[in-house]
């Protein structure tokens, strides 16, 4: 039997736009840039077949305005960038989420700060999980490490989108955007409840008129209150939603962490390191905002330490710090730049390090 | 580190199809059942010089697509012999375009496999599908990938261009099975 | 033209200053919609600038935006609901500065959305300084000793700039300093969006208006100020119409 022949076989960036098509989205705005210009590509031409629009836009910032206008309506949204055109983002996001829109933005990210490079990185991740434009807000951000759950995970940002009001982001880099791999493409089923959405804007026939803003300015406490709301809604986010795969972590003494690509990776290397013999487990967030704290508190009761692996100098290690409530050295593993780990130098990494856990 | 993985890597100059190929070789082993991946270099670094592609086959999951110490390469030109020699994996296999490649293999843990992939497709009518040719190769000296799964998945590949391409394409790749097998 | 208060509008004050041209502006553009019997199909988008708070005075759907990206948003609005309405608001800073490639783009794309375009020469919520299309020796408060074409360039003309896109079906620019120019302000918005409802794709009215706070001029020499020198500067007329 051709098994493999029900599978899809594309990058990882169009396993993306299709996922998003599926999940019923039906506005995409974009801006080429490598690495992730097959995402445009496609949606240029399914966009329309699936009765969506597609607009190329003249920058980043018009884009997410577009989205902006768009998720107004009630549309399931998406824009997606690399990372010097997720910083030409920001402004737009943070009024999306000031204005509680939908909407799902993907960064394939590349190598920084500036222009950088184009090759996979993951320094993004503070501008991700840590705000990225100004105020008090939060993106929920998923990572996935295979194409396969690319392809998931797009279909769930908007339902969470949905589900919170709330703008998601797909963190991927550039190698998951330009990878291919088979991908079972698993009809769209809803994750979640999805509310009705009765605060769009479509003209107030029938109905009072409504406003969608992020402007607060009068009374004087409107916007913190308006800030108060945000934030018990972004509490029932950090209960709902908090996802991370754990592997051999029950006896671990060596627990490594890593998200996305780097995940996929060190779980090589994990799986090497068992082979061995060697109590090494992997704990390899799906959500990196909302940051899933507890399985990192529960294996710092047996495991003597952490390592962190990412294509960064160091970023998710200051969550992972902060999630085992430094109760156990956290190591780090990972360099910036466009630099990518192999399997083998995260297992020599993990044989140096599990030789101080004995 | 997984013992059922192997790391390809196709290379050559740009217009040698090495994406094509790394795509229907992918596509072979998909159908064959296989976890693949496959990664193509991008970007600013495809422009001129050579290109290339890598192909992971396993029957775990794959931990990386990326390729540094390939077991075996499909080098279609010089320059991508020089680069890819020297850090082929202990005991590799070298897929040689011969028509186009001047110098042996030095190295003597690897297996090389020699064939005239470029006169071969000229004789079919066509150098383009010297790819082709080399990737028949490939099938018949490393059993990797099955023969029918990759005609198949020849076919898959040019069906839309036009039906003459799908024929010249998989006369190429039988030509190279039978260079090396025959 | 009707002396009752339009139904597009709420019966609420406003929070303009006296003499400011936006309140005219506001009527005009609800009584357009108005006789247009359009009201309940609007999407409107709101500026940053005196303007921010339109919503508290329109009564329909409305956006509030980032500075300058209301062509960007409204693009987003209008292709998803190509039947409803959509209507920009905005001022010289928001459409002309910040938002120049937002303008100039979903004009080129011949968005069917209609633009009004307030001109005042100035930036009035932040306080008086210079606006893109602040002419040359206007003294604001960042041009003390006035505009000088060689440090600050001379005013952008929008009209004349944007007549050159394909993507324009119409633009015409009015004034709100006398009665007549109010007259014709009022029919060039109602032909702005009537050419919106025919689908005929962008459409612009560059409103000159007063701005006699930051002008410090009293409301009937900022009426002059309009009339006297902006007019020169910024000339009265069609600049485009595909008709």
């Known amino acids: 039997m051709k098994t493999g022949t029900e599978k899809l076989f594309m990058k990882g960036n169009e396993v993306m736009s299709e996922a998003a098509i599926r999940a019923g989205c039906r506005f995409f705005a974009g801006y080429p840039i490598t690495p992730q210009n097959e995402v445009p590509e496609y949606m240029s031409h399914r966009m329309p077949e699936a009765g969506g629009i597609f607009v190329q836009a003249e920058s980043e910032l018009a884009a997410i305005n577009m989205l902006f206008g768009a998720s107004a309506t009630g549309a399931r949204c998406m824009t997606s960038s690399s990372s010097p055109g997720i910083s030409l983002k920001q402004e737009g996001i943070s009024y999306i989420a000031g204005a509680e829109l939908p909407c799902v933005i993907a960064n394939m990210q590349r190598g920084g700060p500036g222009l950088g490079n184009i090759r996979a990185s993951q320094g993004d991740y503070f501008q991700a999980t840590k705000g990225g434009g100004h105020g008090d807000y939060h993106l929920i951000v998923l990572a996935p490490s295979t194409c396969q759950e690319l392809w998931t995970l797009t279909m769930n940002a908007f339902d969470y989108a949905d589900r919170f009001r709330n703008p998601v982001m797909i963190l991927g880099d550039g190698i998951l955007g330009q990878m291919a791999e088979p991908v079972e493409p698993t009809p769209y089923e809803p994750v979640c409840e999805l509310p009705d959405k009765d605060w769009i804007l479509d003209g107030c026939k029938g109905r009072e008129p409504r406003v969608i803003r992020s402007l607060y300015l009068r009374p004087a406490e409107a916007l913190a209150e308006h800030n108060r709301h945000l934030h018990a809604k972004y509490d029932r986010i950090r209960h709902a939603l908090p996802r991370a795969e754990e592997i051999a972590v029950d006896d671990a003494r060596l627990v490594v962490s890593a998200y996305g690509m780097t995940a996929r990776i060190a779980g090589g290397a994990v799986h090497e390191a068992r082979r061995r013999g060697m109590k090494v487990g992997l704990i390899r967030p799906i959500t990196v905002w909302p940051f899933p704290e507890e399985p990192f508190l529960r294996a710092a009761e047996h495991a003597r330490q952490f390592l962190v692996c990412e294509m960064s100098e160091g970023q998710m290690i200051e969550d992972v710090r902060l999630a085992c409530q430094y109760r156990r050295p956290v190591a780090f593993y990972g360099q910036g730049g466009g630099w990518y780990p192999t399997p083998e130098k995260i297992f020599e990494r993990i044989a140096v390090l599990y030789e101080e856990c004995r | 580190m997984n013992d059922s993985e192997t790391r390809i890597v196709i290379a050559g100059f740009g217009g040698q199809g090495v994406v094509l190929t790394g795509n229907v070789i992918a596509r072979a082993a998909m159908i064959d059942g296989r976890n693949v991946t496959l990664m193509v270099s991008y970007g600013a670094e495809m422009r001129g010089g050579t290109a290339n592609a890598t192909v992971v086959l396993s029957d775990g999951p794959i931990a990386s697509p990326y390729v540094e110490t390939p077991d075996v390469a499909i080098v279609l030109n010089r320059p991508s012999l020089d680069r890819f020699e020297p850090v082929m994996a202990p005991n590799g296999h070298v897929i040689v375009n011969r028509s186009l490649i001047d110098r042996d293999v030095e190295r003597e843990d690897l297996t090389v496999t020699s064939v005239e992939a470029t006169s071969i497709a000229h004789e079919l009518g066509n150098v383009r599908a010297t790819n082709m040719v080399a990737m028949g190769a490939f099938a018949g000296a490393t059993k990797l990938v099955g023969a029918e799964a990759l005609a198949e998945a020849v076919r898959l590949a040019f069906q839309e261009k036009s039906a003459k391409l799908v024929e010249l394409n998989t006369r190429a790749l039988h030509a190279g099975l039978d260079a090396v097998t025959s | ?243």
């Open chain 3, 1 to 243: 033209m009707r002396f009752a208060r339009p139904e597009t509008l709420y019966d609420v004050p406003t929070h303009y200053c006296s003499g400011c041209g936006h309140g005219i502006t506001h009527r005009l553009v609800a009584q357009a919609i108005d006789d247009l019997g359009v009201r309940e199909r609007v999407i409107a988008t709101a500026p940053v600038g005196c303007a921010v708070l339109m919503y508290d005075y329109f009564n329909c759907d409305v956006i509030e935006c980032a500075h300058g990206r209301s062509p960007a948003a409204a693009t987003g609005l209008k292709r998803c609901l190509p039947d409803r309405i959509v209507f920009t608001y905005q001022g010289d800073g928001d459409l002309a500065a910040i938002g120049t490639a937002e303008t100039i783009h979903a004009a080129n794309r011949g968005e069917n959305i209609t633009v009004v375009f307030i001109n005042n020469a100035i930036y009035g919520m932040t306080g008086g300084q210079m606006a893109p299309t602040t002419m040359i020796d206007q003294v604001t408060t960042t041009t003390p000793h006035g505009r000088d074409a060689r440090l600050q360039g001379p005013p952008i003309r929008v009209c004349e700039l944007l007549s050159s896109l394909d993507g324009v079906a119409y633009l015409e620019r009015v004034a709100v300093s006398t009665p007549r120019d109010v007259i014709q302000a009022g029919r060039a918005i109602k032909k702005a969006f009537q050419y919106q409802l025919d689908g005929k794709g962008f459409s612009l009215v560059e409103v000159l208006s007063m701005c006699p706070t930051d002008w410090k001029l009293p409301p009937v020499k900022a009426a002059e100020f309009v009339n006297e020198k902006m007019k020169r500067v910024f000339p009265l007329g069609v600049y485009k119409d595909k008709g």
